[in-house]
């Protein structure tokens, strides 16, 4: 079982490294469909995976300079606080409870679903924004809003570990049309550092992180990031988008029914 772990954490780090899309979206339904995982046990693994996995990230953009630390700084004082919250939550009403284990299930499927609309959408919201400039926000109440977009993110992915990656960066992409994509990937990144950190410490504390099976993961995904990120070039991203997009579709659907 361990070498199918490994195995499986190679072939979504080389998705992520194709593709771009943050690897709970792709992790976490894994565990829970093809493995059997409980679906706490899977949220939990994967966010420790995904705070040790983006630290990595951030350290590299913070050396190319393409973090917006300010945008990082509003974001966290929203999704730290909701972390917190929804981990509470999840202590107090019995995080490995049936019952919560099926609205964690649920709460998968949504976060995939959210995704999907990611994918397909970011750059017809992107085009929307350009033609519409008046409709930007500004001053105080785009930093409001950024405050708001970490809350709920931060509740999405403690519960679900699914939306610091693709839905972080479509919410950014609305919110400052005008960063570039670097700054937006870098941005995404390193606000979700201390987010997933906190999230995996709770989920530490609820005993629903699997070490050994966290530890399979890495060996497999770092080398399968390497490698789908020196592909990139070679394949077409929109094809690889509408695949993600469809087997995502189909994991929701799963999920659900």
Request: net charge positive; glycine share 12%.
């Amino acid at each position: 079982m361990t070498l199918t772990y490994i195995f499986s954490g190679f072939a979504v780090g080389t998705l992520v490294g194709l593709t771009g899309v943050g690897g709970g979206s792709l992790m976490t339904p894994l565990l829970t469909l093809l493995f059997g995982v409980s679906p706490t046990v899977a949220v939990g693994t994967d966010l420790a995976f995904a705070s040790i996995t983006k630290a990595t990230g951030t350290f590299t953009h913070r050396l190319r300079g393409t973090v917006e630390w300010h945008v990082v700084r509003l974001l966290c004082y929203g999704a730290l606080p909701a972390a917190v919250v929804a981990t509470l939550f999840l202590k107090n009403f019995g995080a490995l409870d049936k019952e919560i284990g099926q609205l964690i299930r649920y709460s998968i499927a949504v976060s995939v679903l959210l995704t999907v609309v990611a994918l397909l959408f970011k750059g017809k919201m992107l085009n929307w924004l350009n033609k519409h400039p008046e409709k930007q926000l500004q001053g105080k109440n785009l930093a409001i809003a950024t405050i708001v977009s970490g809350a709920v993110l931060g509740t999405l992915v403690t519960i679900s570990s699914i939306g610091a990656g693709a839905i972080g960066a479509t919410l950014l992409v609305m919110l400052y049309p005008r960063m570039s994509a670097a700054h937006i990937a870098g941005t995404d990144i390193a606000y979700a550092v201390p987010l997933t950190a906190i999230a995996a410490f709770g989920h530490w504390w609820l005993g629903s992180i699997d070490w050994v099976l966290l530890g399979s993961l890495l060996i497999g995904s770092l080398p399968g990031i390497t490698l789908g990120s020196m592909a990139a070039r070679a394949v077409p991203e929109k094809f690889l988008r509408g695949l993600l997009a469809t087997t995502l579709t189909l994991v929701a659907a799963k999920l659900v029914l």
